[in-house]
């Protein structure tokens, strides 16, 4: 009988543990935060030329950002912590996360470029309302990038990652990534290099 009633509090005790109840000395695990401007969402994302040779190398860990870049052509670090995006001693961008995606902006809080969820679909922004381009999922599995009604090129998977090209079929990078809006951002030629590879990063922490 004693082993029975042992029993019976042990797997109360271990349901109580299981359940969202309360119990003042019972520890509880919290969710992981979402992204802000402190707090950036683990991410690694690494892209290569056509020919193999380094383009945008991504590394985000424990909220600080380290980008290794060659969109611009020769090699630049970026390093982000806390939003703030320098490269050189310079601030590239503040990242400010929002509900519906993400903004770029610069030290006098004016916004550059931005990053749009709507209806299913990501707009990037120059300033606040000024859509350059659109990313839509298609049903195969690409992700289409627009400018306007121009269909400016598409990220689609290949047996083993990623190939980024433009509308005339010319690759212009390759990642072991599945496809991403942060790989689509490579196709946006009008935004600048060092300001495409932090819209990249913050994309690939964020959406």
């Known amino acids: 009988m004693k082993r029975t ?3 019976l509090v ?5 349901l109580a543990g299981c359940s969202g109840g309360g119990g003042g000395d019972r520890t509880t695990t919290a969710p992981p935060p979402s992204p802000t401007t402190g707090s950036a969402a ?3 994302l690494r892209v290569t030329t056509a020919a193999g040779g380094p383009l945008l190398l991504i590394d ?9 870049s ?3 052509g020769a090699s630049v670090t970026i390093t982000g912590a806390d939003g703030r995006y320098t490269e050189g001693g310079r601030v590239v961008a503040v990242v400010k996360p929002s509900a519906d995606g993400v903004k770029l902006k610069d030290t006098a809080g004016r916004t550059l470029w931005r990053a749009k969820l709507a209806g299913g679909r990501v707009r990037i922004r120059r300033g606040e309302s000024d859509t350059r381009y659109e990313f839509r999922h298609e049903a195969d599995g690409r992700i289409k990038v627009k400018q306007g009604r121009t269909e400016v090129g598409d990220v689609r998977s290949l047996e083993q990652g990623t190939k980024v090209e433009t509308a005339a079929g010319a690759t212009v990078a390759r990642s072991g990534t599945a496809p991403s809006t942060g790989l689509a951002v ?3 030629r009008e935004v600048p290099p060092d300001l495409r590879a932090v819209l990249a990063a913050a994309l690939a922490s964020r959406l």
């Open 42 to 44: 683990p991410a690694y």
């Open 10 to 14: 042990a797997a109360v005790l271990l």
């Open 70 to 72: 060659r969109l611009g």
């Open 186 to 188: 490579l196709l946006c």
């Open 60 to 68: 985000t860990t424990g909220g600080t950002t380290r980008i290794t």
């Open 5 to 7: 009633a042992s029993g």
